[in-house]
């Protein structure tokens, strides 16, 4: 589907066409960038209105990620003050609006790879002597959950470019699937060794195999540290801590949400049965059964070795301090 | 598929036309009554060789669950006596051996609702006030799975007959989805109050709402109470011991191994990759990557409440006792 505008943007984001929360707030804010790009409004007061109802119809898209809610604060703050000053023309008001959301594109990607250098550094170090690590991962957090190279999954492409990864895990993540349609692809594709399983194996890996650490991303990170992300992480962290496997959250700074106090707020979406029942259009579910269906989960920042982010690898209840640096 | 004999018995079970470990055993034994009848042999030392050929190729069908081997030795134990004793003709040998295997289906049944007495009774003492319960279970162990009534899904059974079952959450149970297909079917059926999550889903599931108790079933229960099950069944104890939900193990006493110490000594099948990356002949996993599919895994006896047999209920360090009863 070709995005015209934020209608088109709010369709790809809700329908899951496009997610991964940096990936959200970067589609919902190019989609707006685009209808700025066809809209004639002379006057800038009007514009700032637009932009206002635009930005607050893309953040109800998807209720869990943090990251477009705060990228829709920081754009409505540079429009007031875009409208506020006098100096600022209509057409240097649209220009400077877009060219601050292109810059998005640009700082994920820079972020990412920030992330990836502190990931690969905090992994490594929890080995005892040289070597290579083996690692799991859940969900997509890859080239396509973020602009590109990934938080989680940007963590293992470092660890794989400096030579230290000896093989990765990825969950399958039902109910839509992610890590055996996305991340599996993705891996596949750069060559890095990895294997695929199914969400309940998790366990009976860490007992039969080596795992160095889990590293997974986050749609929104409370200010205690606690963190949301897709559905199943929670489990995955208590095994984890079950097995003595640390246990990383990797997210850039602004899937930190500080106007959250603690993970028990974070508002978790509840998605259609229809994707636990069925695959495509085939039922694999018995007919009349009724089905919970949440999105995400929130794993209690105990569970939580480190949270890397672009600035560097905080303990959860350290991470306010990322905001000041 | 009709079973004709006992080649068509291994077919069903080793492509798990027929799974669950009561039924195994109970189908792989039929298989052969079923050849029995067809047998024209006139000396009883010939039909005693052909019976332990055909148990022996029988057993090798499926690895992990133990049923079918303790039928199986129980039944040659039954042809050398029978060959052994001058005065069985061979036309009274053929007879007393098929009607011993008919008798294991009234058996199974009659034991499973044992084990549904015991289980209600040991689940609702877990209460600590008068009331309703919710329990959660895995994998398939309904009617389904055994020749009537089940056992895990015996005990859910007898509790909803008494009235105490507010709800029951089954698990998916992938990669051959037996939870969402079978235990969904089963419940759908028979209108009892449930509901269906992924795997992962275990965890938040707790979290969000009071779960009483987990039950599920056994492929084989080791001398020491270490328990191998369909795989995810480890995960689920680890994460119930976290949320202090007691976890039930239930099984019948044919399911306890004596011969084998401990779990670590429990052989593991491990099935093909198209389960995991396959629903029917739809692919659901990105071509190329590896899987690791395992059909079992092994939970410890300390993260298990009790095991519930049809003799009685056992903490697992004493499941040897029920040898004796």
């Not at 007061?45 to 932009?51: D, T, V």
Request: hydrophobic share 40%; proline share 3%; aromatic share 6%.
């Amino acid at each position: 589907m070709k995005v015209m505008g934020v209608e088109d943007g709010w369709k790809v984001i809700n329908k899951m066409q496009v997610r991964g929360a940096p990936a959200i707030a970067i589609v919902g804010c190019l989609s707006l960038a685009i209808e700025l790009l066809n809209n004639n409004t002379t006057e800038k007061k009007i514009m700032r209105q637009e932009i206002e109802g635009k930005l607050n119809y893309l953040v109800s898209a998807r209720p869990t990620a943090v990251n477009i809610k705060l990228a829709a604060e920081a754009l409505l703050n540079l429009a007031n003050s875009l409208n506020a000053d006098e100096n600022v023309s209509v057409e240097a008001f649209k220009e400077r609006f877009i060219t601050s959301i292109e810059s998005m594109l640009k700082k994920d990607i820079e972020d990412n790879k920030a992330i990836g250098t502190f990931g690969c550094e905090a992994i490594l170090n929890t080995l005892k002597c040289d070597g290579q690590v083996t690692v799991l991962t859940h969900c997509n957090t890859g080239s396509l959950a973020t602009a590109g190279y990934g938080t989680a999954l940007g963590v293992i492409r470092s660890l794989f470019e400096s030579n230290k990864l000896e093989h990765v895990y990825c969950t399958e993540t039902r109910p839509y699937n992610q890590g055996a349609r996305l991340t599996a692809y993705e891996l596949v594709h750069e060559k890095i060794p990895a294997t695929l399983i199914v969400d309940s194996m998790v366990a009976a890996l860490m007992h039969a195999r080596k795992i160095t650490a889990v590293v997974v991303g986050a749609d929104r990170v409370a200010a205690n540290g606690d963190t949301a992300n897709k559905i199943g992480t929670y489990q995955i962290a208590i095994v984890a801590k079950h097995h003595n496997v640390p246990f990383y959250v990797a997210a850039p700074s602004t899937s930190i949400d500080i106007s959250i106090a603690s993970g028990d707020k974070i508002k978790i979406e509840e998605r259609p049965e229809k994707e636990m029942t069925h695959i495509g259009e085939y039922r694999i579910a018995a007919p009349g059964i009724a089905c919970w269906n949440p999105s995400f989960d929130v794993t209690p920042a105990a569970l939580i070795t480190g949270i890397i982010t672009e600035k560097g690898v905080y303990a959860p209840d350290t991470v306010m301090k990322v905001m000041s640096c």
